[in-house]
């Protein structure tokens, strides 16, 4: 007498088709995902992703102490008042501490250029085309703070803040400027995909320097000052100041 046949429970050939659809599936996901991040990503791919990276790069300054001094700059009054020499204040030192942080991490492929610009900036009216302000250079200062990747480019840690102590004075080369609402600007190269995107602009931080306070101030010589703010604005807004010196 002949054994029935043994019929394979229907469950477990259920089981088996649902894990080789898992397994096909699995393995075209990962050919898939290979295939899209070996295709390298368009210039205007690359820029969206520079800046959503920088978007996440904070910067604070904080004004430790400054210090004031007189210059004589040329002021334009019009046909009544006619142009002369005017006295005006000019900030001589300045100490700030600055904080960098980012919330991912991102490489650079030169340190960020960091530049102190001051009110109506014209650094055209000084014979100048550098309209930074301050020595030493203040984005020295922050690039000798910066962590490296593993291919040695300046590079920013996500949740690791940086703290600049930026002791500047004017200097000799540079532009001079008067107190009040100066800017802090950043410009970065990010690395995208190993290489550079090209400059790009970080939003501007105010950084407010007062010019209140009656104490008389050294003037200094005419020959070693930059003025490159607008000095009949100034003067009108801020008064002559006080000085010690003739």
């Given at each position: 007498?002949?054994?029935p046949k043994t019929?394979?429970p229907?469950?477990s050939?259920?089981?088996?088709r649902i894990?080789t659809?898992?397994?096909i599936?699995?393995?075209g996901?990962?050919?898939?995902?290979?295939?899209?991040a070996s295709v390298?990503?368009?210039?205007e791919?690359?820029q969206e992703?520079a800046?959503d990276?920088?978007?996440g790069?904070?910067?604070?300054?904080?004004?430790?102490v400054?210090?004031?001094?007189a210059a004589?700059?040329i002021?334009d009054?019009g046909?009544?008042?006619g142009v002369?020499?005017v006295r005006?204040r000019?900030?001589?030192?300045l100490?700030?501490e600055?904080?960098?942080?980012?919330?991912?991490d991102?490489?650079f492929?030169?340190?960020?250029e960091v530049?102190?610009?001051?009110?109506?900036s014209a650094?055209?009216d000084?014979g100048l085309?550098?309209r930074?302000?301050?020595?030493?250079?203040?984005?020295?200062?922050?690039?000798?703070?910066?962590?490296?990747d593993?291919?040695g480019?300046p590079?920013?840690?996500?949740?690791?803040s940086?703290?600049?102590?930026?002791?500047?004075?004017?200097?000799q080369?540079?532009?001079?400027?008067?107190?009040g609402?100066w800017r802090l600007?950043?410009?970065?190269?990010p690395l995208?995909?190993?290489s550079a995107?090209g400059?790009?602009?970080l939003?501007d931080?105010?950084v407010?320097l007062?010019?209140?306070g009656t104490?008389a101030l050294?003037?200094l010589?005419?020959?070693?000052?930059?003025y490159?703010?607008?000095?009949?604005?100034?003067?009108?807004?801020?008064g002559?100041?006080?000085?010690?010196?003739?």
């Amino acid at each position: 007498m002949t054994a029935p046949k043994t019929r394979e429970p229907l469950a477990s050939n259920r089981t088996l088709r649902i894990i080789t659809l898992l397994l096909i599936l699995l393995i075209g996901g990962l050919g898939l995902r290979a295939l899209t991040a070996s295709v390298p990503r368009s210039p205007e791919q690359r820029q969206e992703a520079a800046r959503d990276v920088l978007s996440g790069v904070r910067v604070a300054a904080t004004v430790v102490v400054s210090s004031l001094a007189a210059a004589s700059a040329i002021a334009d009054f019009g046909i009544e008042g006619g142009v002369r020499l005017v006295r005006v204040r000019i900030i001589d030192e300045l100490h700030l501490e600055l904080r960098i942080e980012t919330a991912r991490d991102v490489a650079f492929a030169s340190p960020p250029e960091v530049c102190l610009v001051g009110p109506y900036s014209a650094p055209d009216d000084a014979g100048l085309s550098d309209r930074c302000w301050g020595e030493p250079d203040l984005g020295a200062l922050v690039a000798a703070k910066l962590a490296t990747d593993g291919a040695g480019h300046p590079a920013l840690q996500a949740h690791r803040s940086i703290v600049v102590d930026a002791p500047l004075r004017r200097g000799q080369v540079r532009c001079d400027y008067p107190p009040g609402d100066w800017r802090l600007e950043v410009v970065a190269n990010p690395l995208i995909d190993g290489s550079a995107v090209g400059a790009m602009d970080l939003p501007d931080l105010v950084v407010q320097l007062p010019y209140q306070g009656t104490t008389a101030l050294p003037l200094l010589p005419i020959d070693q000052t930059r003025y490159c703010g607008l000095a009949t604005v100034v003067y009108l807004e801020q008064g002559e100041p006080r000085v010690s010196s003739p």
